[in-house]
């Protein structure tokens, strides 16, 4: 149970980091139509590069190139939070992913029972 509420967590802050996105798309954009393109192009374009490197079924890249992605997209996901005038908030997503990804890594190296 502990491993797949891992996994849900997982899934939920990676919906989260979309949803970042493209509300840091929304409020940077100048006029209706830059808010449009970016709220929904840089949620697209994340999901596809999470797809293909950072999936667990990704099928492109490496062990490292898959951590690379994983770093940038939280991370940028957080500085794009703390853009939108909530650093509290950006700091407790970045703390959760942390620990989300720290914990999945340990339960990997583990062996099962």
């Known amino acids: 149970m502990w491993k797949w509420g891992n996994l849900l967590l997982a899934f939920l802050v990676e919906l989260v980091a979309l949803g970042i996105f493209a ?31 950072a999936a667990p079924t990704a099928t492109r890249g490496t062990p490292v190139v898959r951590w ?5 997209v939280f991370g940028l996901a957080g500085a794009a939070l703390w853009s939108l005038g909530h650093p509290l908030l950006a700091v407790v997503f970045v703390v959760v992913v ?13 062996p099962t029972s």
């Open 68 to 72: 690379i992605v994983k770093v940038l």
């Open 23 to 53: 509300w840091w798309g929304w409020d940077t954009g100048s006029t209706t139509l830059t808010r449009w393109l970016l709220a929904i192009g840089l949620p697209v374009v994340t999901a596809v590069v999470w797809g293909l490197f």
């Open 98 to 110: 942390a620990a989300n990804l720290a914990i999945i890594h340990v339960q990997k190296l583990q």
